[in-house]
């Protein structure tokens, strides 16, 4: 089965500009996540979706960021405007109904905002 | 409020000898832990996973084992080879506030030939 697809795989911006990450999950899997992984720290959830409604949201930065989920299958993460503290590497996962079997991550997007 | 913690930033082991990676957890609520593997340039692959009423889940090199008195899980790697050598990290899943997975911050493992 194809993986998980993220683009893109990397971008470079300054701050205050705008950007947005695409992500293509693996067929037929429900949920979607994006993560945020800051050099040296784990993944943090950004936000989840079940289909194309909202589960989590708690860790998004409303104020900048956004994400949508259209018809239930690819997923857009947008950013504006940057920060210089939003330079990380952006990851999509995507899994079928339950985590014990663990997610499919995509290579992830690496932003770095100068 | 880091609720998984992998308190070793690196392990370094010798071809063929025993990897032994740990990781603690705080929320005796979590349901199940896994681990995940990464490589530079990737995204992580899950490895292995293990519910909170089981003590020790085992696939092929990979057991992994839980101490839940002690909120504490190892993942053993036996026999270490050079392709283990990536980042580790630990995740917890479990309804904390709404169902969530958090992943520590993960150990890196290099294997030396």
């Known amino acids: 089965e194809a993986g998980v697809a993220q683009s893109p795989r990397y971008k470079i911006i300054e701050k205050r500009q705008s950007v947005a990450f695409w992500c293509n999950p693996i067929s037929g899997h429900a949920t979607l996540y994006w993560y945020q992984q800051i050099l040296g720290q784990g993944p943090k959830l950004l936000i989840q979706f079940q289909n194309n409604g909202v589960v989590d949201d708690s860790q998004l930065p409303k104020d900048r960021f956004s994400a949508e989920r259209l018809k239930g299958v690819d997923s857009t993460l947008k950013i504006q405007p940057a920060k210089l503290e939003d330079s990380a590497v952006y990851l999509c996962?995507?899994?079928?109904?339950?985590?014990?079997?663990?997610?499919?991550f995509g290579s992830g997007t690496r932003l770095t905002v100068v | 409020d880091q609720q998984v913690k992998q308190n070793s930033p690196s392990l370094s082991v010798q071809e063929g000898r025993i990897s032994i990676l740990n990781c603690d957890y705080t929320n005796s609520m979590f349901d199940y832990f896994l681990w995940y593997k990464k490589y530079p340039a990737e995204g992580p692959t899950f490895l292995i996973s293990i519910s909170s009423i089981k003590d020790k889940n085992e696939d092929g090199r990979f057991t992994v084992f839980l101490n839940k008195s002690a909120k504490h899980l190892s993942l053993h790697i036996v026999p270490s080879q050079p392709g283990d050598s990536a980042v580790y990290f630990c995740a917890a899943s479990g309804n904390t506030g709404g169902f969530k997975t958090i992943f520590g911050a993960g150990t890196r493992l290099f294997v030396k030939a």
């Open positions: 996962a995507s899994s079928s109904i339950g985590g014990y079997y663990g997610y499919t």
